[in-house]
């Protein structure tokens, strides 16, 4: 069976659609949450109400994660069109990065309480700052990218997420050789590592836009 892109599926059928809906609302909340949160943990902003603006909204996500992959099974247990498998297995598997998504900017809100009592917040706007921006942009071009089958936009998405991996390798390197603070080093450490894993799955769900559905996540491994 040679299996299309998402863009192909689209063409084919409605379902896909409502639940493409579903998973750029998520995508409109880890926005809204990683801003939040680098505001708090880049920038020094005051935490202010963790549980409405961070929780709750992951919360939400929980809840559209759980809500798709009904609507999966309840629309696979009722039709016999054999071309709807390959649309459940794009939408299994970008549920699971949008929840992810979430979850790691949890872990990146928790660094805040192993900081130092008086962070010096222009380090940390210096080591993280350019990251913090482009992860932003990232998430609308994501959005964007699935949401209208954007094979242009999800090209952009997945040579960004490859660039700022290395760079955030080169700068966990760079912070483990340098005379920072133990407290400090730790820190940007872990943000950096959360930085990289949610671009991962920012690449993961752009990269069913582009390729077929048995290649998803693994679009730069090359097939022996």
Known sequence: MKFGSILDLFRQDNWSNELADRIGEML?????????????????KEDTDPQTLLYDRDKRINHLERKIRRRIVSH?????QGADIPSALIFTNVVKDGERIGDYIKNMHEVRAMMPESPDWDLYRKWLGPSTETIQGMFTTTHGAFQESDAELAGKVIK?????????????REVTTSDLATPDAVC??????FFKRM?????????????PV???????EPEK
């Open 28 to 44: 409109e909340l880890g926005r809204d949450m990683f801003t939040y949160t680098a505001g708090v943990v880049v920038e020094g």
């Open 76 to 80: 696979l247990s009722m039709t016999n």
């Open 160 to 172: 960004q997420a490859k660039n700022e991996g290395r760079e955030h390798e080169r700068l966990i």
């Open 188 to 193: 940007l450490v872990l943000v950096l590592r």
């Open 199 to 211: 671009v991962a799955h920012m690449s993961n769900i752009a990269s069913t836009v582009v390729m």
């Open 214 to 220: 048995d290649m998803i996540d693994f679009y730069d």
